[in-house]
Every structure is written in C-alpha cells, then in structure tokens.
Nanobody, 126 residues
Framework: QVQLVESGGGLVQAGGSLRLSCAASGRTFSNYAKGWFRQAPGKEREFVAASNWSGGRTYYAYSVKGRFTISRDNAKNTVSLQMKSLKPEDTAVYYC???????????????????WGQGTQVTVSS
C-alpha cells in the first residue's frame, strides 16, 4: 500500500515559521515530482509548491513565492516545505502529493498514477 504521510503542522503566530515534511512508504517516488497543495475552509484545494524528480527544478504558487521553500531527499524518500513569514491566509490543511509529471502550467495535475497524503493542519494566528 502506497502512503504519503505528512508531519510538522501546527499553530503559529503571523510572521512565524513552520516546516512540513512528507515521507513516502510502500514504494519509492524518487523519479516522481513531489509537492504540496493546501485547502482552506470553504475553498478549493490549491497548488502550493512542487519539485521535479531531482530537486533541480522547483515550482511555486505566486502567493507563496519568496516565503516558502520546497526541498527533497530522494535517499530518505521525503519532501519538505519550509514556510516563513506566515500569514493568516496561509491557514489551511496542507497535503503532500506525488506524480510522474511535474507542473507544466499555473497548477499541478495529480493523475491516477499519483498519490496524496492525508493532510496536516497549519493555523496561523493574527
């Protein structure tokens, strides 16, 4: 059974930092793009950041560019999201995702060959 498991969510004040991690088990995703989506209450799930298979190319939503940094460790089968200068509007459930194809447009499509994590809550207080 393939699993992506997120960790590192929590409550932080505006301006603070958090680091999310995602570990894959059941199979390796070393040749998959990996990344993050988020979903705020009452809103659709939106793309946040992604990394191609090697980590040599990264992709960010405009709203987080310059504040969030994605990184991956293929040896450990993990992907991380360092979040800085957090804002209340960053409050959401953050989902880890993996797919053979990296983003090629304004968003990122997770196909049936991809996988999702169960999500971790990030709450930013004002």
């Amino acid at each position: 059974q393939v699993q992506l498991v997120e960790s590192g969510g929590g409550l932080v004040q505006a301006g603070g930092s958090l680091r999310l991690s995602c570990a894959a088990s059941g199979r390796t995703f070393s040749n998959y793009a990996k990344g993050w989506f988020r979903q705020a209450p009452g809103k659709e799930r939106e793309f946040v950041a992604a990394s191609n298979w090697s980590g040599g190319r990264t992709y960010y939503a405009y709203s987080v560019k310059g504040r969030f940094t994605i990184s991956r460790d293929n040896a450990k089968n993990t992907v991380s999201l360092q979040m800085k200068s957090l804002k209340p509007e960053d409050t959401a459930v953050y989902y880890c995702a993996a797919d053979p194809t990296p983003p090629y447009g304004p968003g990122w499509y997770i196909s049936q060959r991809g996988s999702w994590g169960q999500g971790t809550q990030v709450t930013v207080s004002s």
